[in-house]
Every structure is written in structure tokens, then in C-alpha cells.
């Protein structure tokens, strides 16, 4: 038996509105988008791989969405951590923590929340990144 996961799915309280941060700040475009009797939604993968995920915004809440204590973070590798930082705090987002070198691992972080409070790691991997993970330094933008 093979197992591997594929799409992770958060809600959003306004899917445009994420669709444009992800898409126009990030960088991850959407590939699918779906709209049900309870919700509308769009999936964003990169075109380089890793994992999906899924944006859907629930037609019958209001307000913004509560964090409860189920999501720590969302990881997103990037090339550059401090560009992309400056953009997604350039675009509105709450930085949390400025780009900071680990000593522990070779490793670049920086910690921004998104337009609906979810908690972004921003990683920067310097000696190339674990395996199966693509690494951004490798593909071409």
C-alpha cells in the first residue's frame, strides 16, 4: 500500500482576495476552482510540485475565520525569504518575525500571516532542501 498526501484545505472569508495574495504575491497559481451549494473554492499548486492546497470560503459564515488550535503554520519554500517577505508585508500581511539565518540548520526563516491571520513559515533552504521537497533555488521562476 502507497500513501502520500496530496491537498491540504483551509478556509478563507474572502476567496478573491486570497486567490490574489497567493496568486500575485506568492506566486502559486491556481489550477482548479470549484463552486458548490455550500462553498466556493480554488486549488493552488506551483507549477514545480509539492502539494496542493485548497482556498474555500464557506457561503454561510461571516467574519473572519477562527484559528482555533488546529494549524500551526503553513510552510512555503521560497528562493528568496527576504524578497518575498518584503512582498507579503508590501501586500498588507502582519510580519511577525524579519528573515533571520538559523544556526541550527542552514536554513533562512521568516514569519508573516496571511490576509486571514493563518501563520506563514517562509523558508529559505541554503544547502538544498530534504529530499522529495523541490528545491526553488534548482527551477526557473
Known amino acids: 500500500m502507497v500513501a502520500i498526501l496530496g491537498q491540504y ?32 473554492e480554488a486549488v493552488i499548486q506551483s507549477p514545480h510540485g509539492g502539494s496542493r492546497m485548497q482556498l474555500a470560503q464557506q457561503l454561510g459564515q461571516a ?7 488546529a494549524i500551526w503554520k503553513l510552510y512555503v519554500n521560497t528562493d528568496d525569504c527576504a524578497a518575498l517577505f518584503e512582498r507579503a508585508v508590501a501586500a498588507g500581511c502582519e510580519a511577525v518575525t524579519p528573515p533571520a ?14 490576509p486571514d491571520g ?13 529530499a522529495t521537497v523541490p528545491d526553488p533555488k534548482k527551477l526557473e521562476a
Open 9 to 40: 484545505c483551509i478556509n478563507v472569508s474572502d476567496l478573491e482576495r486570497s486567490v490574489a495574495f497567493w496568486e500575485g504575491v506568492v506566486g502559486i497559481p491556481v489550477v482548479s476552482r470549484t463552486e458548490i451549494e455550500t462553498a466556493r
Open 63 to 69: 467574519g473572519p475565520i477562527d484559528m482555533g488550535t
Open 101 to 114: 539565518r538559523l544556526d541550527r540548520w542552514p536554513v533562512t526563516v521568516a514569519f508573516v500571516k496571511d
Open 118 to 130: 493563518y501563520l506563514l513559515e517562509l523558508i529559505e533552504y541554503h544547502q538544498g532542501t530534504p
